[in-house]
């Protein structure tokens, strides 16, 4: 990455004030006010009456500021990482950092499970809306989407294969499930204007989604943009969707071994393409999980074994990708 012209004001399609950055980041805003006049970073600029305004961009810089800083990095030193990183090293670098652990289980989510898991159950959607509607309204989303959403689904799934529903109870159970996540991730906070998008899909032949849709509900609260495909997307679509669409990352799930063996080839139809910025290509999924084997079968990074840990690499790989491009 280059060092920006002080003299250049950043973009400002969406500009945060001084507060609004301190809070998203954690930075206060003291401190944003020492590094300016010490580092000239960040760079702000000033509305009529003299106050910062910060672009998406400085705010994207910041979090990875701030995320180095919390890892024991000095702030001197991170805010010079952040300048002169390359950005191939600095990618590679963010899938072998520690991941922040998961916070434990809520008790009072365990009845909302409970709850909509029965109203399911009974084919009350009605009923199943209203208590997701009033659990967004006194707990964080993350928390619903891992500690409800997920256990109920894996809860279904269980369920049917051992013969204790029916498959339309399933079907009903797991196609409300799937409008509510996109729901939400249509109500999610606008993207990030500066990054390029993040793409969803399964992997070949995958049709199975729910941690796939789990994963873009978590990504849009952190304001990345998502381009959500779903089910079994052909790998002969990789040259053309990396030229019309140019994404940072291609993100693919694999519940099944067969559906994992089918992504190893997936480098066969994107090492010709030289006319884009090549996206990069993650994957996971219960594939990965059962057979550990399959992970070195194929290319790409491996985000984890879990939907928490996967959506955190993937937020450090998309702040490096968007911070430290050129």
């Known amino acids: ?47 009529p009456g003299r106050q910062r305004q910060y672009s998406q961009r400085e705010a994207l810089r910041l979090q990875w500021v701030k995320m180095r800083m919390d890892e024991g990095m000095r702030a001197s030193k991170a805010i010079r990482a952040c300048h002169l990183m390359d950005r191939n090293s600095a990618i590679a670098a963010t899938l072998h ?31 199943a809306s209203q208590i997701l509607n009033e659990a967004t309204l006194a707990h964080p989303l993350e928390d619903i989407v891992l500690q409800v959403i997920g ?21 009903f159970a797991s196609n409300f499930l799937r409008h509510q996540s996109l729901m939400w991730m249509r109500a999610s906070p606008p993207p990030y204007q500066d990054a390029r998008s993040i793409v969803l899909a399964c992997a070949p032949e995958e049709l199975h989604e729910g941690s796939l849709l789990m994963l873009g509900v978590l990504l849009r609260q952190l304001r990345w943009p998502v381009l959500y495909l779903g089910q079994s997307l052909p790998l002969t679509d990789l040259p053309a969707l990396a ?21 190893s080839n997936w480098p066969r139809w994107l090492v010709h393409e030289t006319e884009t910025k090549l996206p990069i290509i993650g994957y996971g999924g219960r594939a990965f999980t059962e057979n550990p084997a399959l992970v070195g079968l194929v290319p790409g990074a491996y985000l984890g074994e879990t939907i928490y840990e996967g959506c955190q690499r ?12 050129d």
């Open 97 to 127: 950092e520690p991941l922040t652990a998961h916070k434990a289980q809520d008790p009072g989510l365990l009845a909302v499970r409970s709850a909509l898991l029965a109203a399911l159950l009974a084919y009350d959607s009605a009923r």
């Open 151 to 171: 256990p109920t689904l894996s809860a279904i799934g269980e369920s049917w294969s051992a013969g204790e529903i029916e498959v339309a109870t399933e079907h």
């Open 243 to 263: 030229d019309h669409v140019s994404p940072a990352l291609v993100v693919f799930v694999a519940m099944s071994e067969p559906a994992a063996q089918a992504l």
């Open 314 to 325: 993937i937020h450090r790989l998309m702040l490096n990708i968007t911070v430290l491009q």
């Open 1 to 47: 990455m280059h060092d920006s012209n002080p003299e250049v004001s950043p973009r400002l399609e969406s500009p945060f004030s001084i507060g609004a950055v301190a809070q998203i980041t954690g930075i206060p805003e003291a401190t944003l006010r020492v590094w300016e006049r010490r580092y000239h970073f960040p760079q702000a600029m000033r509305t």
